[in-house]
């Protein structure tokens, strides 16, 4: 595999594991604002990489198809959306701030269930940032390396709080410092091994590029509505969490559009 590829797919990965070691360095629990300012952040990120980096890339893959470029978008969204919901009504996981636990029954500690959940989401994260670099080695031009290295960068900046969120927590309720370091960075050990596995497939999702990109996109969309934004949206109201998500999507932005 190319080097450069290869540190494309360790970087989300590094994103989180640095959010994780903020444990190292906290010396209270994070305050409720703190955890809607870095779930909002994260949230605006996703979503504009699932445009910027993934959909439109998608319809441009596609656009050999004239006016019906938009049926693989679609489609690949779609099954993105409904991968995530059958994820999320099969393995059991724990969202932080609700009382019961959702998937199957299972008698894991609350620890591991809320591990899950964010260990869960993070596979659609590592099969973005593969799909894209399949993108790059498919040669056609249409993305580019700078292209799937923004991305990589984008999800490593939202994956940092989503690390912070992991980690902080867990030691708040009184688990060890570098054991909520550890499940932190195990949470987000799956990114890479799911881009790597796409990689590895790239025979099979080069002809399916822009169904795997959009599928990436929904699943992606699915996590932001179903769990980040509710969770950075619990009561007691405050629209700090909502200028975060407007921050994160606009700093995404920016770097797709300055950077590919």
């Known amino acids: 595999m190319n080097m450069d590829i290869l540190k494309g797919l360790l970087i989300p990965f590094i994103g989180t594991s640095l959010g994780a070691a903020g444990v190292f360095f906290m010396k209270k629990e994070l305050s409720r604002n ?38 693989p978008a679609v489609i690949g969204f779609w099954l993105g959306i409904l991968f995530l919901l059958f994820l999320d009504r099969t393995v059991p996981h724990v969202h932080r701030f609700d009382p019961e636990p959702e998937g199957r029954k299972s008698k894991l500690q609350k620890t591991i ?18 799909a894209v670099y399949v993108g790059v080695l498919a040669g056609d031009g249409l993305i580019s390396m700078a292209a799937a290295l923004t991305l ?23 688990m060890s ?6 499940y932190g960075v195990f949470s987000g050990a799956v990114e890479p091994l799911a881009a790597v596995m796409t990689i590895l497939l790239a025979d099979l999702i080069i002809p399916a590029l822009p169904y795997f990109l959009s599928f990436a996109a929904g699943a992606m969309i699915y996590v932001v509505t179903e769990e980040l934004i509710p969770e950075m949206s619990e009561p007691p109201h405050s629209n700090i969490g909502t200028l ?6 606009t700093l995404m932005m920016t770097l797709d559009v300055v950077f590919s």
């Open 244 to 249: 975060a998500l407007a921050f994160g999507f």
């Open 34 to 71: 703190t955890e809607r300012i870095l779930l909002g952040f994260a949230a605006g990120v996703m979503i504009a990489a699932s445009v910027w980096s993934l959909l439109i890339p998608a319809l441009e893959q596609a656009s050999c198809m004239g006016v019906w470029s938009f049926i």
């Open 152 to 174: 990589a960068i984008g999800i490593a900046i939202q994956n940092f709080p989503e690390g912070a969120v992991i980690s902080m927590p867990l030691h708040s309720e009184g």
């Open 177 to 182: 410092r570098s054991r909520s370091f550890a």
């Open 113 to 130: 269930l809320m591990v899950l959940a964010v260990t869960m989401h993070n596979i659609p994260e590592g099969m973005a940032v593969g």
